[in-house]
Structure formats: structure tokens, C-alpha cells
């Protein structure tokens, strides 16, 4: 398809000159787009990199683009599954119980409501203008959450991938089909100072890793155990934790095998409150950390994400 990472700084009107290219790692495809801007300019091979993602997933559906998956492929691994059956057979593999899931899901959307509510989203927000009904309407916020959720309310949602007598995941605890874009300012230090830019945080290292391509959805686990491990770190050397609610047992699963607290993961509210714009997500998390670990005033960030086909994606970052 197009390459809208040059087509959009065109349109933008930066100039000629500014090159872009369109990565696919998937579901962290906005993520890998930072780790790769930070690999290059650590390696000398660019000063400034503007390193995010973008998904329009009402005009652009999932699977939309005619790219498909060969029969070959299913006869290799016979046993692939969806990514919501992933993410229930990792429920049962766990004994999560659909109420601890709810539990979950209704948190991130009371951690969204009061984040919303204190201004903690106004610096990274971005107001966009757009025509509806043929009047200029301003989308100042996101229009997903739903900060008044509640488990009760969860629980008469009926499962959106098995029957009601074994189905754990629904559209309240898994997260939302939306529109996004993020995108982040990664620069060298000499360039940073250049220009005036007062830099927030300093990535630190990213890790990449596989896994078992039939729950698919555990990558975050070996992502960040691996990530701490190669910098001699601890999950309690980091003071944030933003895990890609890309499914409540995704979330539940890390916690139980990292042993993060909740209370430093997601602090601000998750995918499942905000939505999941795939390619984009991922830079949006990078891009909470450095304003939590200023409120908090912490040292260290971390950002995970799952990945469909089995992977997972792993940020450091530290606050400066």
C-alpha cells in the first residue's frame, strides 16, 4: 500500500526533503517505530527522528488491505487460533475467573476517568479538527472510555468469542476497534540541545522477542522479564509500567509472571479504556511514561506490548 509516514510529513507540509517509511511489526508497530528511531540515532545514523504510528480502523478494518495468510501456512501450524481465543485459552490456563477480568477492565476505565478529569492527557492530546455532517466539529478527547463502568454493568455483557458457559473476554474487558495516531520527537542529545528541545526521557534499551503463536498474546512476559534482566534491573527498579490492555488476561497473565504491582501499571487507564488504534498504540504508551515518571518523580518506565502471530515488544526509558 502507501507509505503514509512520507506521505504525511508532505501533507504536513515539511518540505520535500523529509523521508519516511512504513514498518509492520503488527500490533507494535508504533513501538518498534521508537525502538527503531532510538537504534539509529544511538548508531549515529540520524540526529532526529519523528517515530510513531497511525490506524483507521473504521475506514480501514482489520484484514481490509486483501492480504491474507496461505493455506501452507495453516497446514504448518494447524493448531493457530483468533487472538480473542488466544486470549481465553490464556484465561483458563491461569484460572483467571471472568469477575477478576472484569475487575481489571473496570479499573482502566476509572484510572482513565480521573486521569481525564485531572488534566493528565492535555499535553499529549491533540485537538483535530474534521467535518461531520457538513459542520467543522473539534475532537478535543477520546470518545471511547467509558469512565463509569462498572463490574456489574460487565457483567451482563454477553462473550464475544465462546458461549456464556466458558467465554472469559466481551467488549467491556477486551480493548476497543478505534482511530488513532501518535507519534514522538526522538533525538540525539547534540541535536536536542541544538535546536532548544528540553528532553523529558532517554530511552535506555528495547528487546524484542517470539512466542508460542497459538495463545499468541504472552510476549509481553519474556519481553520485559528479558529487557530487565540484560540492564540488570528489577521490576522494582521501575516506577511505571504501561502493558498493552490489548486483552484483560493479557494484562493479568504479566502481572502474575512479572510480579509488577498494578497499582504503578497503567496508571492512567489502558487500551481497554482508550481503545487499541493498532499501529499507533504502542508509541502512545512510550508517550505516557515520561509525564508519570514526572508526577511521580520517577526514574525508570517501561512499556510492553503483545503481538499478533506471537511476539513481543519491550521499552526502557529514564527520566532526565
Known amino acids: 500500500g502507501l507509505n503514509i509516514a512520507r506521505l504525511a510529513p508532505m501533507v504536513a507540509g515539511w518540505g520535500d526533503g523529509v523521508p519516511g517509511v512504513q514498518l509492520n511489526r503488527m500490533c507494535g508497530s508504533g513501538q518498534q517505530a521508537v525502538n527503531f528511531a532510538a537504534g539509529q540515532i544511538a548508531a549515529g545514523y540520524h540526529d532526529v527522528v519523528i517515530a510513531g504510528g497511525i490506524e483507521h480502523m473504521t475506514r480501514v478494518p482489520m484484514g481490509s488491505d486483501g492480504q491474507s495468510v496461505t493455506d501452507t501456512y495453516f497446514e504448518q501450524f494447524d493448531e493457530l487460533t483468533t487472538q480473542g481465543e488466544g486470549a481465553e485459552r490464556i484465561a483458563e490456563e491461569y484460572g483467571f475467573s471472568r469477575e477478576y477480568l472484569d475487575e481489571l477492565a473496570a479499573e482502566s476505565q476509572s484510572r482513565w476517568g480521573e486521569a481525564a478529569a485531572a488534566g493528565k492527557y492535555d499535553d499529549q492530546v491533540a485537538p483535530v479538527e474534521t467535518e461531520l455532517d457538513g459542520e467543522s466539529v473539534t475532537v478535543e478527547e477520546d470518545e471511547h472510555p467509558r469512565p463509569g463502568t462498572t463490574v456489574e454493568k460487565l457483567s451482563g455483557l454477553p462473550p464475544s468469542f465462546r458461549g456464556p458457559e466458558n467465554g472469559f473476554h466481551h467488549a467491556g474487558n477486551s480493548s476497543g476497534i478505534v482511530d488513532g495516531a501518535g507519534g514522538l520527537l526522538v533525538a540525539s542529545e547534540a541535536a536536542a540541545a541544538e535546536h532548544g528541545w528540553e528532553p523529558m ?61 498494578w497499582a504503578d501499571t497503567n496508571v492512567w487507564g489502558g487500551a481497554i479504556a482508550h481503545g487499541h488504534p493498532l499501529g499507533a498504540t504502542g508509541s502512545a504508551l512510550v508517550g505516557k511514561l515520561p509525564y508519570q515518571l514526572e508526577e511521580c518523580d520517577g526514574r525508570y518506565g517501561l512499556s510492553a506490548m503483545c503481538i499478533g502471530f506471537g511476539q513481543g515488544v519491550a521499552t526502557i526509558i529514564e527520566r532526565v
Open 201 to 261: 526521557a532517554r530511552v535506555v534499551d528495547t528487546h524484542v522477542v517470539g512466542v508460542d503463536p497459538v495463545t499468541m498474546l504472552k510476549g509481553p512476559i519474556p519481553a520485559t522479564e528479558e529487557i530487565l534482566e540484560g540492564n540488570d534491573l528489577t521490576v522494582d527498579d521501575i516506577d511505571r509500567f504501561e502493558v498493552n490492555e490489548a486483552f484483560a488476561s493479557v494484562v493479568a497473565a504479566w502481572l502474575e509472571e512479572t510480579g509488577a504491582d
